[in-house]
């Protein structure tokens, strides 16, 4: 395969949210497999300047980059609708991470030949809500670096530590938690931007705990390393993820289409019980069989290439692309000041938060409620 220089667009870079972790393995396993990847995002940072490191070129200014992308992999629209203006011969994909945000609904514009879903409500998202063929929709899940999440091995035979793994959740939600816990003889750690506590390197830390409560990404972190695992966030609590069910709740990327329950403590003492150490053996080994990144990479790395062969055989029409254009432009101004309002909610600390802190100052709160994982 050769060379490609590919153009990875994303919202922000410097903190740890879902896809801007997405962004930073994808950059990396691009590398590895002898590829040029280049990262666009609006606002950079600590991460951002991870991967410039490692020579992996990140810019906020699309203007400053001066090589023809081969392909344009896009996520979140306005970003990618800016990247596919900036280079007119360029190809792309747009992939949704998310069911619901604003920032996720799919572009349509000629030269995004292929939607991706990270599951299967995304894919409902891009196929009802936002009206792409299913022709043009592809299923392409997250994936684990199975080199830094290493099995951790057998889990005991009652679980003695959980760790509550959220930048969305917070004191509310671990009050509760930790109450079942507790009564089960279980002692929870919590660790998340709402706690100002966000783990750096889950990598080193995920082997100490027998449960984790978590979705998304840090469900698939904490499976493959062989936590056993409640799927859970600020929304609502799902089940544990048991060996009968893997395959139905992967599909779903441990996600929000499994939060059907309220966090209570009906809901995580049945979960809890159902703890046993060798179907958590079971469940991590699946897990590390279909979800290794290298194997991600290579499914997009096809991708792409299936989408550069069409762009290069297809016949363009300039026309179509500036109507395109000028309906996404359409939309976002009709929408902006609502869909400002929505990105700035999403990212407000909840109501319990500020009532934690104003009751109590800061330092006593962290000390109450959140141990630091080393």
Not at 39 to 49: D, N, Q, Y
Not at 91 to 99: K, L, Q, R, T
């Amino acid at each position: 395969m050769r060379e490609r220089h590919i153009l990875i667009t994303n919202q922000q870079l410097c903190t740890r949210s879902g896809t801007e972790l997405y962004v930073m393995d994808l950059a990396r396993s691009l590398q590895s497999l002898g590829h040029r990847p280049i990262v666009f995002a609006s606002k950079t940072g600590a991460l951002a300047e991870s991967l410039v490191r490692q020579s992996i070129p990140v810019l906020d200014n699309l203007r400053d980059i001066a090589v023809e992308p081969d392909l344009i992999h896009g996520h979140h629209n306005l970003e990618t609708m800016s990247a596919m203006l900036r280079f007119p011969n360029s190809p792309g994909i747009f992939v949704c991470h998310d069911s619901f945000a604003w920032h996720d609904r799919a572009p349509e514009f000629p030269r995004i030949y292929r939607y991706v879903a990270v599951d299967n409500a995304c894919y409902d998202r891009l196929s009802v809500r936002d009206g792409v063929p299913t022709s043009k929709i592809e299923l392409i899940q997250n994936g684990v670096d199975l080199k830094k999440f290493r099995s951790r091995g057998v889990l005991p035979q009652t679980p003695r530590r959980a760790l509550l793994m959220s930048n969305y959740a917070g004191p509310s939600q671990y009050m509760l938690i930790n109450r079942v816990c507790r009564k089960m003889g279980i002692q929870l750690d919590a660790v998340g931007s709402q706690f100002g506590n966000v783990l750096e390197k889950p990598e080193q830390a995920l082997g100490q705990y027998d449960v984790v409560f978590a979705k998304g990404r840090c469900a698939w972190e904490a499976l493959a390393v062989g936590a056993a695992v409640i799927v859970c966030d600020t929304i609502g609590c799902g089940a544990m993820v048991t060996s009968s069910e893997i395959e139905r709740m992967a599909a779903s990327n441990f996600g929000r289409r499994l939060l059907n329950e309220p966090i209570s403590t009906k809901v995580l003492i049945r979960e809890l019980k159902k703890y046993n150490s060798d179907d958590a053996a079971l469940v991590s080994k699946a897990v590390r069989k279909r979800s290794n990144l290298s194997g991600i990479a290579h499914q997009l790395t096809d991708l792409y290439e299936a989408v550069i062969r069409e762009h290069a055989e297809a016949v363009r029409d300039r026309d179509q692309e500036l109507v395109a254009s000028s309906h996404y432009l359409q939309w976002w101004a009709a929408n902006r000041t609502r869909l400002v309002k929505e990105s700035e909610k999403k990212y407000r600390p909840d109501r319990v938060v500020k009532r934690a802190i104003s009751g109590l100052r800061k330092q006593a709160v962290r000390k109450l409620m959140v141990r630091r994982v080393a």
